[in-house]
């Protein structure tokens, strides 16, 4: 009996050991490439005084370069064609863009891993048409704002943005007012 009780507390007591073990960090399976679904956009815009209508279509494009993300991973970037029809149907304006179009304003990191997320139309000024762009990471949130300007004679302006609207109608709350400001 006493024979069996030593076995008993010496199986019970556990050995301590200053050995850290940690989970194997897998890495994840790469994909195929992947691709943004296509996207198109039509918009009817009454500008200077005459209908048009504004189509943009963005499709993934295989023969542009692909790129990586940190884990390997193989993005396809994509081509946005913007067109700009009058009433009568006849076209106005037709281009295609590719992040390439956009080199001047990227830096190294996007140019090397990032792609052509997005074009839409945001607004008519004077004689010019507003449209928002951005060349993004793939599947982050991470992107850098472009304006892309069309004016009434076909002429094109890109630059960064640098004016995030956060609040959507161009109505931000203003701080540091008096009434000497308002006009």
């Known amino acids: 009996m006493a024979v069996a009780s030593m076995l008993?507390?010496?199986?019970?007591?556990?050995k301590k050991s200053n050995d850290i073990i940690a989970p194997k960090v897998e890495q994840p399976k790469l994909q195929a490439p992947i691709?943004?679904?296509?996207?198109?956009?039509?918009t009817d815009v009454k500008w200077l005084d005459k209908n048009y209508q504004v189509e943009i279509r963005r499709v993934p494009d295989d023969s542009l370069k692909m790129v990586k993300d940190e884990t390997g991973q193989k993005f396809v970037d994509n081509r946005i064609?913007?067109?700009?029809?009058?009433?009568?149907?006849?076209?106005?304006?037709?281009?295609v863009f590719t992040k390439a179009a956009f080199d001047a304003y990227l830096d190294n990191d996007y140019r090397q891993t990032g792609i052509l997320e997005g074009?839409?139309?945001?607004?008519?000024?004077?004689a010019n048409l507003f449209f928002a762009a951005s060349v993004c990471h793939p599947q982050t949130d991470e992107y850098i704002p472009m304006v892309v300007t069309v004016s009434s004679q076909g002429e094109v302006g890109i630059r960064?943005?640098?004016?995030?609207?956060?609040?959507?109608?161009?109505n931000a709350p203003r701080d540091n007012v008096n009434d000497e400001d308002e006009i």
């Open 8 to 14: 008993i507390i010496g199986c019970s007591e556990k």
């Open 35 to 42: 691709k943004m679904q296509e996207y198109a956009q039509t």
């Open 81 to 95: 064609s913007l067109r700009i029809m009058r009433a009568d149907g006849s076209v106005f304006f037709n281009r």
């Open 119 to 126: 074009l839409v139309f945001d607004k008519m000024e004077g």
């Open 160 to 170: 960064r943005d640098t004016d995030l609207d956060t609040y959507g109608d161009g």
